[in-house]
DNA sequence: CCCGCAGTTTGTCTTGGCGCAAAGAGGCGT
DNA sequence: ACGCCTCTTTGCGCCAAGACAAACTGCGGG
């Protein structure tokens, strides 16, 4: 047993369907850790140890090519689980994973992560719910790497990001995250030189305010217009 | 009760973990279809009603953007499931499933999914195992697209397509069903101009065959040097 | 048998966006 | 305060591949 508290937990629609209880022992097999801002939680390859639930920050899911493009698959936000291929029939990572933010995480072994879905029938159907939900992502990012251009790329990548992560300032809306010209270049398929490009004119015609890794849309709008 | 034999399913990899008398109640709550080549099984949006499963033919499963560009996700070739999001949470078709070729399937009612896979445990394992192939091979595929040039995503789609519906002539290698350029296409994200020049290029090359709607792969090894 | 259509081929033109290169510019450590 | 390092911006040339256009060709149907 450990001091967590279960109020970190139950908040979660993954846990909604549980009791205290079963909140509770689930908690009491957890260990927690930290994971500083460019810190690699796991690598694709490897034996799959553990399972994750990221509390808070941001992970990136990253995977290379055998000429070393990096790629980032998905962005994973706080209150979710990631680590999990395990329950698709994996043994090993099937990608690199970065915390792309501080990130408080709680881990299992990967062996309770079976014996979690099928003791709790409420969290089978959560999990799966969100491996359905990343899935529908995935299918999404590869129609529009196939039919769309660079710029309506870039401008969809943005506003996900924006409502996956963002945080309203005084300017507009902030992505929660340190993130680069270059990140942004592995997640639409692009180069950050023509990341750049796009983020200048956008930032001269009013749409979005930048420094350097951090980003702020002021006219959520008008790069609407730009993704379409 | 219906007449159909188990020695249908039994072959298969997905039911390997199950005995008889479970595979034959599985049987007999399936009622037998067909598809002709073209013919649609269910479409992007509509209500899940239920689930399948391909016993001979091909499928193909594809999504339309808002401006009407279609995009091929992915193929089922026969002996695997398919139309089974609803295991992953939804309760409409994800995309569209149109029939490759002359078809054979097996329909359950969707509600029977979520049954058998709490009722038979080597059912479930099965089954997401193979949720978790294709969420690699939409990875791999969305690694493609994000870092390789046409050439070698149409170089890696008939690969593919090789090996996952190929069978011997006496040429090479020919894909299992009809296959046009603009099919090809729309599973790599280009134009049938484009496609038809690489083909045609192959073919004086000597790597493949092709006459309208079928491909031999004479030269795999060649179409591999193509796709790297 | 011939017509018509669906699928294929090929040519030419245009262009989006990548490669290369080099020069700013903000943040951080000492 | 300084310099370094990382991130960013911008210019220029070029090429892969899309757009447009037109001709060719099996195949199936009447």
């Known amino acids: 047993m450990n001091n967590l508290d279960e109020s970190l937990l139950t908040p979660l629609a993954l846990f909604s369907k549980l009791d205290r209880a079963q909140i509770r022992t689930i908690l009491d097999l957890a260990t927690p850790c930290r994971f500083d801002l460019g810190a690699t939680v796991f690598e694709e390859g490897q034996e799959a140890e553990f399972f994750y639930l990221l509390l808070d920050g941001y992970v990136r899911v990253v995977r290379l090519t055998p000429e070393g493009d990096q790629v980032i698959a998905l962005h994973i936000p706080s209150g979710h689980l990631f680590g999990i291929a395990a329950a698709l029939g994996h043994t090993t990572y099937p990608a690199t994973s970065v915390a792309a933010a501080e990130c408080v995480c709680l881990s299992w072994p990967m062996k309770l992560l079976q014996e979690f879905l099928t003791t709790y029938e409420g969290l089978s159907t959560g999990v799966y719910g969100a491996v359905g939900q990343r899935v529908?992502?995935?299918?999404?990012?590869?129609?529009?790497?196939?039919?769309?251009?660079?710029?309506?790329?870039?401008?969809?990548?943005?506003?996900?990001?924006?409502?996956?992560?963002?945080?309203?300032?005084?300017?507009?809306?902030?992505?929660?995250?340190?993130?680069?010209?270059?990140?942004?270049?592995?997640?639409?398929?692009?180069?950050?030189?023509?990341?750049?490009?796009?983020?200048?004119?956008?930032?001269?015609?009013?749409?979005?305010?930048?420094?350097?890794?951090?980003?702020?849309?002021?006219?959520?709008?008008?790069?609407?217009?730009?993704?379409?």
């Open 136 to 228: 529908e992502d995935m299918n999404n990012r590869i129609l529009e790497l196939a039919t769309q251009q660079v710029e309506q790329r870039v401008a969809n990548a943005l506003l996900r990001l924006v409502q996956q992560t963002g945080h309203k300032t005084d300017e507009g809306i902030e992505i929660g995250f340190p993130i680069t010209r270059q990140d942004i270049s592995e997640m639409t398929g692009s180069t950050l030189h023509t990341v750049s490009r796009l983020l200048s004119a956008w930032e001269r015609e009013g749409t979005i305010k930048s420094t350097r890794k951090k980003i702020v849309v002021t006219d959520p709008h008008k790069l609407v217009r730009h993704s379409t």
